[in-house]
């Protein structure tokens, strides 16, 4: 209903396109947040240019094995903060002149693995921190603590931080359970023809 009522605003763009799920490892989940991010933006972010920003910023922000090949191509790219800040800048000078907020919906965020958890709150916390661009977060409360408590990596008080307002959507209670449900398959019994007595 949300985004519903987002989309209808000519003054806000749901972020489409970012898979949460569909993402595998860190990098992956960074490169698809900022190629739905530049897409919304309508920027060309094919461009060479663009392109080895992104790339060279990934693999600075992740943490990268400190042997072997990757590694190796890492030093060679000289990858440092300033790349990180580059990017950071571009991003907000593009979304402030566009003059619209930017909407990422993250639906069923505590079944996904911890690593990956802690990884989007970091990115919300440092590189997605931007003016004009919101994250809403559907996760269960009690999963959601569990995960932060159970990393010694991450200070508790970083998700009160990172989550700006809590929303908490109320149990829904059994007796309101079965009305809906009698509501809805009574709907769809008179659709295939059975009658109210039959009913």
Known sequence: MVKY?????????VV???D?????????????????LLRALNVNYNSIRMNKLLKRTSKFVINIPTAG??????????????????????????????????VFFVDDLDRAS???VLFLLKMLGTLFSL???????????????????????INPAFEEKIINQEIRVP?????????????????????????????
């Open 69 to 102: 090949k990757i590694f190796n191509e890492v030093i060679n790219e000289n990858i440092s903060q300033d790349d990180v800040n580059q990017l950071h800048e571009e991003l907000e000078e593009l979304i402030l002149n566009s003059n619209k907020k930017y």
């Open 20 to 36: 949460f799920w569909a993402t595998g490892s860190s990098v992956a989940l960074l490169q698809s947040m900022y190629d739905s």
């Open 5 to 13: 009522r987002l989309d209808k605003n000519a003054n806000i763009c």
């Open 171 to 199: 149990k829904v209670s059994e007796e309101v359970s079965n009305r809906v449900y009698k509501k809805s398959l009574n709907e769809v019994a008179k659709i295939y023809g059975i009658s109210d007595s039959e009913l």
């Open 16 to 18: 489409k396109n970012f």
């Open 114 to 116: 911890k690593s990956q």
């Open 131 to 153: 003016p004009n661009l919101v994250f809403v977060l559907l996760y269960d409360k009690t999963r959601m603590k569990k995960i932060i408590e159970e990393k010694d990596e």
